[in-house]
């Protein structure tokens, strides 16, 4: 089975500054993926960022990074220079071979101008 | 391409009736998955298709539910004798094959039922 853990469920941070949202994640795969999702107040589910797990280098998409953390079952995202428009629900997920998402309860955050 | 669409946006049902939804992929994604998201919640895994084969289903699937890929392109969820707790968002993904093991999934704005 495959369970992933968002502690923080409200998250704020200052426009333009930096801020980390926590995951955790288990799973008894060898090769599993995990990703970080956003959904807007709109709802439509948008994919931020992945993250293959045999990979060790970090995954960067422009401002927003993730710091893997394998042996701790670790995978959080970093949002650098945060904009207004990053003010959204933000879900952290797995999935294994079969493609089906296990997702976190969500961390919410808002950017305060 | 357009994205994945769905119909309708928002469904009130009284108890006990039956609904439908739709979910029409982005053209040639052979994957679909269907999740279930309540209030406040992450969306939860419901079932999947590649083409017209039904792969997985949840036990949160109970027997009340029914999903169809008849011909490989859209599918249809069907909730009979709905409950006041199957009010939630019902959303849909498409993607592609993959020969890497990495599915990547594109969602619909997703369905709102309200069961009364």
């Known amino acids: 089975a495959q369970t992933v853990t968002q502690s923080q469920p409200e998250m704020s941070v200052q426009e333009a500054e930096t801020v980390t949202l926590s995951c955790t994640y288990d799973?008894?795969?060898?090769?599993?993926?995990l990703f970080w999702y956003k959904q807007p107040p709109s709802r439509q589910m948008i994919l931020v960022i992945r993250q293959e797990a045999y990979k060790q280098q970090n995954a960067t998409e422009n401002r927003f990074s993730v710091n893997f953390q394998k042996a701790a079952k670790s995978f959080s995202l970093k949002i650098s220079d945060s904009q207004l428009g990053d003010a959204a629900m933000y879900f952290c997920?797995?999935?294994?071979?079969?493609?089906?998402?296990?997702f976190g309860q969500g961390t919410e955050l808002s950017v305060k101008p | 391409d357009t994205g994945v669409s769905q119909n309708p946006r928002h469904k009130i049902t009284k108890r006990g009736q039956n609904v439908t939804f739709r979910c029409d992929p982005i053209s040639e994604h052979n994957r679909l998955y269907w999740y279930r998201q309540t209030l406040g919640q992450g969306p939860e895994f419901l079932t999947y298709?590649?083409?017209?084969?039904?792969?997985?289903k949840s036990r949160l699937l109970s027997d009340r539910f029914s999903a169809e890929r008849p011909k490989g392109s859209f599918s249809t969820l069907e909730i009979q004798r709905t409950e006041q707790g199957d009010s939630a968002m019902y959303l849909c993904a498409s993607g592609p094959w993959s020969t890497t093991g990495f599915y990547e999934q594109y969602f619909g704005p997703g369905t709102r039922l309200t069961v009364t």
């Open positions: 799973t008894s795969e060898s090769d599993y993926y």
């Open positions: 298709f590649q083409n017209e084969a039904q792969l997985e």
């Open positions: 997920a797995g999935s294994n071979q079969g493609g089906k998402l296990i």
